[in-house]
């Protein structure tokens, strides 16, 4: 049972025929809708492609299980019969392997393409691709050998059991974007690029199966194949970030969206999504390259898509969690008696066990404590008569009378800070640790450069608190060394801001990476604030964490004008 549900070939499944293109009812970016198609149905409406001819109805070949291909592939189990083929798990008796096999007669409309495809897949030798091992024609029959992964998961349990890590995501959207782009380079489209087709290993690494030979069994076709590829790969990101199918219908065991809402951003649909992973996602869609902040170019091919990926910041994976050591335990190797049989002897009257002598009872113990003991009256003597003649020195050393000696800390004190000097700010960077790490940098230096007219604006967001995706965003002001502030002076355009003051350690030799690493010293909100710590605070680093925006142009976005820092 574990082999059919990781290795059976997607080819049955009837879920989600309607191209990805068709579906979203938007034009694709290149001007042509995709245009592949169902089993059951023509070319999807706005698209071009789709069956090239309408076929007759054909039944699959009756074979059984136990029937021999080629006198070397025995057939095991039936895993697909559907529009006039038939798919198996068999056994290759000859390499002593489990192999999978796809089997049309030979007067099928569509054999002679599928042997194409099949013969075209082959020679890509692509790891990353499910490999073909065979393609056939014999005894009235077309037959098409490939791998059987028995250790591999299909994408569509793995989103059954919830949306994957950004990590895993991460890995997902490279790893099929890759191989896809080398596939095109060398003239090949997958055309059915879904949840079923895409298996994770148990090493992590992903493997497409049915390159080809999955749209040439089914007769699908497109006109533009690196699209309906880019989208498709776009839309397995989008399930595997949400656990939802990108448009209305649900399909692969996943809930589509909201009827009548369109499509919208993942970071939308759920919280906590990884902002970058969200927007790459959008790109590879039927979007116009619309995403939750700004705008970026569609990704209409997998070159593109792998162009986008590669800028992205590598995402790590998260850390393993080591489980406590057992508590220790006693073992019979400790106690002596490793290796030895018990012998079987009755039962008998426990002897008590003599109990232990006291401790430092004996001759010898006694003696050792004698010894420690006068040792310790010794020392005891020694130190009082140390102190006693170091105050008798002091009593009787030379002085004049009524002067005492000035301690030198008197003489210089350190000079106190003059309060409410202004304290320049050597540099600044944006601060978006729970993010991409990125939010306007360029415009971080007119947050502090004397014109009120200029500013540093956040991103755009969907709720006043940053649309629930992280606790803040903000900037981190270096003052070139450790100095105390006093009050820290903020304009903001735009409306009421609530914002926090946080400080870096004294002892912080550069600027901390999180933002609880940062202490926080007071709080506000309003357009022009005046922030001032409770406590006299030294610090060489200063964070403005914006905490709740006001709105802007139907959505919310933060404006700081002028941060002015006195001691």
């Known amino acids: 049972m574990a082999e059919r549900s990781t290795a059976?070939?997607?080819?049955?499944?009837?879920?989600?025929?309607?191209?990805?293109?068709?579906?979203?009812?938007?034009?694709?970016?290149?001007?042509?809708?995709?245009?592949?198609?169902?089993?059951?149905?023509?070319?999807?409406?706005?698209?071009?492609?789709?069956?090239?001819?309408?076929?007759?109805?054909?039944?699959?070949?009756?074979?059984?299980?136990?029937?021999?291909?080629?006198?070397?592939?025995?057939?095991?189990?039936?895993?697909?019969?559907?529009?006039?083929?038939?798919?198996?798990?068999?056994?290759?008796?000859?390499?002593?392997?489990?192999?999978?096999?796809?089997?049309?007669?030979?007067?099928?409309?569509?054999?002679?393409?599928?042997?194409?495809?099949?013969?075209?897949?082959?020679?890509?030798?692509?790891?990353?691709?499910?490999?073909?091992?065979?393609?056939?024609?014999?005894?009235?029959?077309?037959?098409?050998?490939?791998?059987?992964?028995?250790?591999?998961?299909?994408?569509?349990?793995?989103?059954?059991?919830?949306?994957?890590?950004?990590?895993?995501?991460?890995?997902?959207?490279?790893?099929?974007?890759?191989?896809?782009?080398?596939?095109?380079?060398?003239?090949?489209?997958?055309?059915?690029?879904?949840?079923?087709?895409?298996?994770?290993?148990?090493?992590?690494?992903?493997?497409?199966?049915?390159?080809?030979?999955?749209?040439?069994?089914?007769?699908?076709t497109a006109d533009r194949p690196q699209r309906t590829d880019t989208e498709a790969i776009g839309a397995l990101l989008y399930a595997a970030l949400t656990q939802r199918w990108p448009y209305e219908s649900d399909a692969y065991g996943l809930s589509g969206l909201p009827k009548g809402v369109g499509l919208i951003a993942p970071d939308q649909v759920r919280a906590g999504i990884h902002r970058g992973l969200s927007e790459l996602a959008m790109r590879a869609l039927v979007n116009d390259g619309a995403t939750a902040s700004r705008q970026e170019p569609p990704c209409t091919t997998p070159e593109e898509l792998v162009k986008a990926v590669s800028a992205m910041p590598r995402i790590r994976p998260p850390e393993p969690a080591f489980a406590s050591p057992p508590d220790y335990q006693h073992t019979n190797y400790q106690r002596g008696v490793y290796g030895r049989p018990a012998a079987h002897q009755p039962p008998t009257a426990t002897q008590p066990l003599a109990p232990p002598p006291p401790p430092l009872q004996s001759r010898a113990g006694r003696a050792l404590k004698w010894t420690v003991s006068a040792l310790l009256i010794a020392a005891l003597g020694l130190g009082s008569w140390q102190v006693a003649d170091k105050l008798l020195d002091r009593d009787t050393s030379?002085?004049?009378?009524?002067?005492?000696?000035?301690?030198?800390?008197?003489?210089?004190?350190?000079?106190?800070?003059?309060?409410?000097?202004?304290?320049?700010?050597?540099?600044?960077?944006?601060?978006?640790?729970?993010?991409?790490?990125?939010?306007?940098p360029a415009d971080v230096k007119d947050s502090y450069d004397g014109d009120p007219s200029t500013y540093w604006p956040t991103d755009n967001y969907f709720r006043a608190d940053l649309g629930g995706l992280k606790p803040g965003v903000g900037i981190v002001l270096d003052l070139g060394k450790v100095q105390r502030v006093g009050s820290v002076d903020l304009t903001f355009l735009g409306g009421d801001t609530s914002v926090e003051l946080r400080t870096a350690p004294a002892d912080a030799s550069a600027a901390p990476t999180g933002y609880k690493d940062f202490t926080k010293v007071a709080e506000g909100s309003g357009t022009s604030l005046s922030l001032k710590p409770d406590e006299t605070v030294q610090t060489r680093y200063?964070?403005?964490?914006?905490?709740?925006?006001?709105?802007?142009?139907?959505?919310?976005?933060?404006?700081?004008?002028?941060i002015k820092i006195t001691s």
Not at 421 to 428: L, T
Not at 542 to 562: A, C, I, Q
């Open 8 to 220: 059976a070939v997607d080819v049955a499944d009837n879920s989600g025929d309607e191209p990805l293109t068709a579906q979203a009812g938007k034009a694709t970016a290149d001007g042509a809708a995709g245009s592949q198609t169902s089993a059951e149905s023509s070319a999807a409406p706005g698209g071009s492609g789709g069956r090239t001819e309408a076929e007759p109805s054909i039944s699959a070949p009756e074979l059984h299980s136990g029937y021999k291909l080629a006198r070397r592939y025995r057939l095991e189990e039936c895993v697909t019969r559907l529009d006039g083929f038939s798919s198996w798990r068999a056994v290759d008796e000859k390499l002593r392997r489990a192999v999978g096999v796809h089997l049309l007669p030979a007067d099928h409309p569509r054999a002679r393409s599928v042997l194409a495809a099949a013969r075209s897949a082959a020679l890509l030798g692509d790891p990353r691709f499910v490999q073909v091992l065979d393609a056939v024609e014999e005894n009235d029959l077309v037959y098409v050998v490939h791998e059987w992964l028995p250790d591999a998961t299909e994408l569509t349990a793995l989103l059954a059991a919830g949306p994957l890590e950004p990590h895993d995501a991460y890995q997902l959207a490279e790893q099929v974007s890759q191989a896809m782009a080398a596939a095109h380079r060398e003239g090949l489209a997958h055309l059915r690029l879904t949840p079923g087709a895409v298996l994770r290993t148990s090493t992590g690494q992903y493997r497409i199966r049915g390159l080809a030979v999955n749209a040439a069994l089914r007769g699908i």
């Open 542 to 562: 200063v964070l403005v964490w914006l905490t709740e925006l006001p709105s802007s142009g139907g959505g919310f976005r933060g404006k700081l004008s002028e």
């Open 398 to 440: 030379p002085s004049e009378p009524g002067t005492s000696q000035p301690d030198p800390e008197e003489k210089n004190p350190a000079p106190e800070p003059e309060p409410g000097k202004p304290i320049a700010i050597v540099d600044a960077q944006d601060f978006d640790p729970l993010g991409n790490g990125s939010e306007k």
